[in-house]
């Protein structure tokens, strides 16, 4: 089949070069920059949670035992009745839902219609990946994991763990791609999406405002008692 | 707006700037210029990665077919679909199809210079569907009917009570002049639009080669919202924004946001590869992608004049442009403004529509010295002068012909020692006929484009004559 896009590219940039051959690949191109190298877990740790505060967003380093009490307060501080979020191993051994439904906040399911998901206050995921030079969070989808529970509640809480701490974009990508079907690699998951604070905007007179489309507050948990990592 | 203009006339807009640009212009500016330069200062590694993205985007360049089928075939492999528009005509009419076999109604649109430059939402609402503008910016001037006078702010001009004003009379409701407050209805309106919309319509940052991967970079979420609400997301995306793989990417990604805002990452980026593939997830269960060509291929014949499809539209060129300081993003007439503007419109839409634009610079460089990719800009802009001027291989002389040939004349006197000799003799006593009081205040055609807005000092003393005799006595 003939396209003329392609063909008249091909015009332009003149006939030399070796017709386009799918099975050898792209061929050479030029180098790339090396990777940010980080220097301790603690020092990542650090800089990640410094990154998100300074981005406007809430970050704080919390113990398994003391999750309770903060989702207690985040409650209360934040008026949450609707919450929906990830259905993960993780959330499960923190007790997550059990805990809200203590408080008498009403979950809905992160499949629910849009219309519903949209009236929740508030929406926990985790992250697949975790950058600290911007304060990145790197989140999936699946069904489990459902893209909407991050943008349509108010607040948005992702509840993360030092494990997913990655130096830079190289090994988050690296890392991506080769979670593909492997008949297909490369072939990446149908999504992925970086999250970098909360949703702003400056576009009335420069005012930086929160909020506008995706959620106005953004909460990182780190979760780091009892719990050793190391760099490879 | 956004219609392909068939003359921009650069100068005489420029005549009658309203006074609120240039102090609004400069805001923005000076916030982004301030902004950038703090992130550049904490990365040692800038300067270096300037040189590789500029790599990267020329390799790319040279090899845009071989990466665009590439990217055809992945995408094709994840379940998407991907046209091929020669024409801003065939584009428009690709969407308007897609529309209408899913019987749309209400499209969201997220900021994408690629749907402006196609003028899709004229074409949209033609075809009864209403087309709507997210990007709170854009939100803004799609209510006030005005076009973008700011790369990334594009609403800069208008003060919050002119929005407040704007959002009363076309919204019905009673508006504060709060930035705060109008950004609080403008999220409950768009919400509603958002959950309701058949289809979302974007644009994209970068198309990865490599996997068929859609990258896009946003602030808001309005384009989280446009590609994960609606059961149906078109992205219409010009050929020169391929880049071959992941790894290129890490590099593009470090300097966009901070050249653009200031930022080190925008709130959002997102990756998105063919439709969802997940039951019970969201996301479109359709993904249309349309690869614009319109010219594009017509550009990559020049070698110089090619490079311009580095760009990864970061609009630090127009943060820190004198020019563009001074007469804001309208004065240049089509929807991509500042110094890039000036040698993308001239090579997309030809030298007679966009002849004014190589000449809207002073050449001071300052663009080239910020630019994320190492766009060589004046040596372009220089290289486009010649061509209105002189013409070239890609285009004839857009000069009325007595300039076109004094220019020529100039050029071959410059080049002859004899004939600049004759000519310098001749020349005192040719302008004493126009000379009163040494001052020469309206020159004959075509040399009255200079007397017009200057008048100039007559010759009086030739300088070789001079040079010899410097030291008698
Ligand atoms: S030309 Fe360079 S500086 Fe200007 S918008 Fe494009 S990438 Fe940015």
Request: aromatic share 6%.
């Amino acid at each position: 089949m003939t396209n003329p896009v392609i063909e008249n590219i091909r015009r332009s940039l003149g006939g030399q070069r070796p017709p386009y051959n799918p099975r050898r690949g792209l061929g050479p191109r030029p180098a790339i920059y090396e990777s940010r190298r980080p220097e301790s877990v603690d020092s990542e740790i650090e800089q990640f949670l410094d990154e998100v505060r300074k981005l406007s967003g809430v970050a704080e380093k919390l113990s398994a035992d003391s999750v309770s009490d903060a989702l207690k307060a985040l409650v209360a501080k934040n008026g949450i009745r609707k919450a929906t979020l990830w259905h993960t191993p993780l959330f499960e051994q923190l007790g997550i839902e059990n805990t809200l439904r203590s408080l008498a906040v009403d979950i809905i399911s992160p499949n629910a219609d849009k219309h519903e998901m949209a009236h929740c206050d508030l929406g926990i995921t985790e992250a697949e990946y975790i950058l600290p030079e911007t304060g990145t969070l790197v989140l999936a989808s699946s069904a489990e994991k459902p893209r909407a529970v991050s943008l349509l509640p108010r607040l948005h809480l992702a509840i993360v763990r030092p494990e997913m701490l990655r130096p830079d974009l190289h090994q988050v990508f690296a890392e991506h791609i080769g979670r593909g079907e492997a008949s297909l690699r490369p072939y990446t998951p149908d999504y992925l999406v970086f999250i970098t604070g909360p949703s702003r905007t400056a576009d009335i007179e420069l005012t930086v405002t929160l909020g506008v489309h995706g959620p106005k507050n953004l909460h990182v948990w780190i979760m780091v008692k009892n719990l050793t990592v190391a760099f490879d | 707006m956004s219609e392909t203009p068939t003359y921009i006339g650069f100068e005489a807009y420029t005549g009658h700037i309203p006074p609120s640009i240039p102090s609004a212009v400069q805001q923005a500016t000076a916030r982004f210029a301030v902004g950038r330069a703090a992130r550049v200062s904490e990365l040692p590694q800038f300067e270096q990665l300037r040189q590789i993205a500029s790599d990267i985007r020329l390799h790319t360049i040279e090899n845009m077919d071989t990466y665009l089928l590439r990217f055809e075939e992945k995408v094709t492999a994840a379940g998407g679909h991907v046209h091929w528009a020669a024409t801003a005509e065939d584009a428009r009419q690709i969407v308007l199809q897609i529309a209408r076999e899913h019987n749309v109604k209400l499209a969201v649109k997220s900021k994408s210079m690629a749907t402006e430059e196609i003028g899709l939402n004229h074409a949209l609402e033609t075809a009864g569907i209403e087309a709507l503008e997210t990007d709170l910016g854009e939100y803004i001037i799609q209510l006030a009917g005005t076009g973008p006078s700011h790369i990334i702010v594009p609403a800069i001009h208008l003060k919050k009570e002119e929005i407040a004003a704007i959002f009363s009379e076309k919204l019905g409701i009673d508006a504060p002049a709060d930035p705060i407050e109008l950004t609080r209805i403008a999220r409950e309106i768009l919400r509603e639009k958002f959950l309701n919309a058949e289809m979302g319509v974007s644009g994209a940052n970068f198309l990865i080669a490599e996997t068929g991967t859609l990258v896009m970079v946003t602030n808001e979420g309005n384009g989280r919202m446009c590609t994960t609400m609606p059961d149906l997301h078109v992205a219409v995306v010009g050929i020169d924004k391929i880049i071959p793989d992941w790894e290129s990417l890490t590099v593009f990604l470090k300097l966009l946001a901070r050249s653009a805002t200031g930022q080190k990452l925008s709130t959002y980026t997102q990756f998105i590869t063919g439709p969802r593939r997940a039951e019970g997830e969201f996301g479109p269960k359709e993904f249309h992608i349309v690869l614009l060509d319109n010219g594009r291929s017509d550009v990559l014949k020049d070698p110089i004049g090619r490079e311009v499809f580095k760009c990864i539209r970061c609009g630090a060129c127009a943060n820190v442009c004198p020019v563009y300081k001074n007469v804001g993003g309208f004065a240049y007439g089509w929807f991509i403004s500042g110094p890039i503007g000036a040698i993308f419109a001239p090579q997309m839409l030809g030298t007679p529509t966009a002849r004014e634009l190589p000449y809207a610079s002073t050449l001071c460089g300052a663009c080239a010295d910020v630019c994320p990719v190492k766009i060589p800009i004046p040596t372009i802009l220089r290289h486009l002068r010649r061509r209105v001027a002189e013409g070239d291989q890609i285009a004839a002389s857009t000069m009325p012909a007595p300039i076109a040939a004094a220019a020529k004349l100039s050029a071959l006197a410059l080049a002859q020692n004899w004939i600049y000799r004759f000519g310098a003799r001749i020349l005192p006593p040719v302008m004493a006929l126009f000379t009163r009081d040494s001052w020469i205040s309206s020159a004959p055609y075509p040399l009255n484009r200079w007397t017009k807005s200057r008048p100039l000092l007559a010759f009086t003393a030739g300088f070789r004559s001079w040079w010899k005799n410097r030291n008698a006595k």
